[in-house]
């Protein structure tokens, strides 16, 4: 088993994680208390309540992550230096295999912290992508070079060969940042069943962004489009998850700035470059899909504005009402220089509404939010009605029970496949 590959945002292994940090919490408390014993256990929670909170303080003063982590970081942090605290106090005069539990619950503990924070940010899908661990795929020999597109949509010209893959194949690749010079990851690269035979067609082209902070992970996505593949003859589109972080994590507000590098630059040029040379895509942008998640969905939609002969389909699952809407006042003084009229330039409501008539004509645009997710709910409606006005066709969508985690991340990309799929070819209109 590969366990970099292993489910950490939702699933099997947080629930027992959880199940197991409560199931020890009580272990450790029923017992007899000396007042001693009592004191020191109860002084500890606090202390790690208080080491926890001031960690999180720490963070955001130093700016070590280059901005503020949010206020759920600080809950799940004092919560489990609390929990550890209290542990570690309670070996006072404690029998030895109590001792054992108490050392075994620290571990538990932590990494119950970890895995909820994770989950709240819903960023890192596996093992690997949390630690950074990705492996790299092998390109097929004959995958480089785009096409133009097909004369008849793939779905009625493509017949699935004997000996095809059941599922797709995923893993990253180093794209250089000849144009941009940004210090990005190594992207993710998902090539769906149809991409890996003799021959294969040339397939549409998705560039995928994940959210703040996070990796260039494709197990989401991957795990998805294998799910259509496997309903329409192995078709589905070739994705490229890039990285418009870059290593250092920083919310670059999708912008290319001097304090953090030529995000955009990289994403919409050195990306798209590396997949036409690289990867066997339909060289149109009719084909070509620009996507993303929570701080990628925010870059989604701004991209797809600035440069709608570049894309002409936009996937925004749970993004941000604009790159930086998380921390505006920072982004403003980091990324523009104070200079709060070029912010607001850059939202994307404000560059739908200043485009020309008939900018955006022959555009599609998803937008998905989890249904437990109000606030970013409510910024897929706004956004999505300003691109609407615009000219775009939109199709809005939520996510059932899905808050702002890894479910509405798998359920709005679902959602907007769906959608997707027949406009890139891949499968035929809804009837």
Known sequence: MDLTRLPIADGAVPVTVFVLAVALIVVLAVRRWTPRALRWAVGGAILGAVLGYGAYRVVNVTNVFGDAAPTFVWHWAAAAFAASGFALGGLVAARAWRRVVSIVAVVVFLLAGVLGANMRFGLNPTLGSLFGITSTIDLPTDSG?????????????????????????????????????????????YLP???????????????????????????????????????????????????????????????????????????????????????????????????????????????????????????????????????????????????????????????????????????????????????????????????????????????????HTGDALSGGLSAGFTVLFPVLGLSAPAG
């Open 145 to 189: 070079d785009a096409t133009g597109a097909p004369s008849t949509p793939l779905y009625e010209s493509w017949t699935s060969p004997a000996g095809m893959p059941a599922v797709g194949q995923r893993g990253s690749q180093t794209i250089p940042a000849t144009v941009s010079g940004f210090d990005a990851r190594p992207a993710g690269i």
């Open 193 to 403: 069943p149809a991409a890996l035979v003799k021959d294969a067609p040339a397939l549409p082209l998705v560039v995928m962004m994940m959210g703040h902070p996070g990796g260039p992970d494709g197990t989401v996505i991957s795990d998805v489009l294998d799910t259509f593949a496997a309903q329409h003859a192995g078709l589905a589109p070739i994705v490229v998850v890039a990285d418009q972080l870059g290593a250092a994590v920083n919310d670059t507000a999708c912008a290319d700035s001097d304090a953090y590098g030529k995000a955009r630059t990289y994403v919409t040029v050195d990306v798209v470059n590396w997949a036409m040379k690289n990867l066997h895509v339909i060289d149109d942008p009719a084909y070509w899909t620009i996507a993303g998640y929570s701080n990628g969905g925010g870059c989604a939609i701004t991209f797809g504005a600035q440069d709608p002969q570049l894309w002409k389909n936009i996937l925004d699952v749970s993004g941000e009402p604009f790159p930086g809407s998380e921390q505006p006042a920072n982004i403003t003084k980091v990324i523009y220089g104070g200079n709060g009229a070029a912010f607001e330039a850059s939202k994307p409501v404000n560059i739908l509404a200043a485009a020309a008539p008939g900018s955006y004509s022959g555009m599609t645009a998803v937008f998905t939010a989890g249904s437990a997710d109000p606030e970013y709910m409510a910024s897929a409606d706004t956004v999505a009605a300003a691109a609407r006005s615009a000219g775009m066709t939109v199709v809005r969508a939520d996510v059932p029970g899905a808050g």
